[in-house]
């Protein structure tokens, strides 16, 4: 069973950057053909896909995002991290890791975090 877990602060001032960590177990991150994916969900919306990392390396962005999002990885912790850079209160949301078979994919990851509340507020 693959269990993937969020952290990171829970509270971001305008204007700073957001960063989370993704703690992957009972998969690798180097394994074929998945991509390590973020997702986000703002209050009374739906699920945004924010960005993923392929199990190459090779890093994909929402273009809407693309600008301020940089996703890396730390494979001997089998870590993924999302850093979002000048955030607003518009980037309040709860935030996910979850593996996906396809860039982009919300309806194609199988495993997911249980997500964190974060929230960008001065």
């Known amino acids: 069973q693959v269990q993937l877990q969020e952290s990171g602060p829970g509270l971001v001032k305008p204007s700073q950057t957001l960063s989370l960590t993704c703690t992957v177990s009972g998969g690798s991150i180097t394994t074929n053909f998945y991509y390590w994916s973020w997702i986000r969900q703002p209050p009374g919306k739906g699920l945004e896909w924010i960005g993923c990392?392929?199990?190459?390396?090779?890093?994909y962005y929402s273009p809407s995002l693309k600008s301020r999002t940089s996703i890396s990885r730390d494979t001997s912790n089998n870590q993924f991290s999302l850093q979002l850079s000048s955030v607003t209160p518009e980037d309040t949301a709860v935030y996910y890791c979850?593996?996906?078979?396809?860039?982009?994919?919300?309806?194609?990851?199988?495993?997911w975090g249980q997500g964190t509340q974060v929230t960008v507020s001065s």
């Open positions: 990392i392929a199990a190459s390396g090779s890093t």
């Open positions: 979850a593996r996906a078979t396809d860039v982009g994919g919300i309806s194609s990851s199988d495993y």
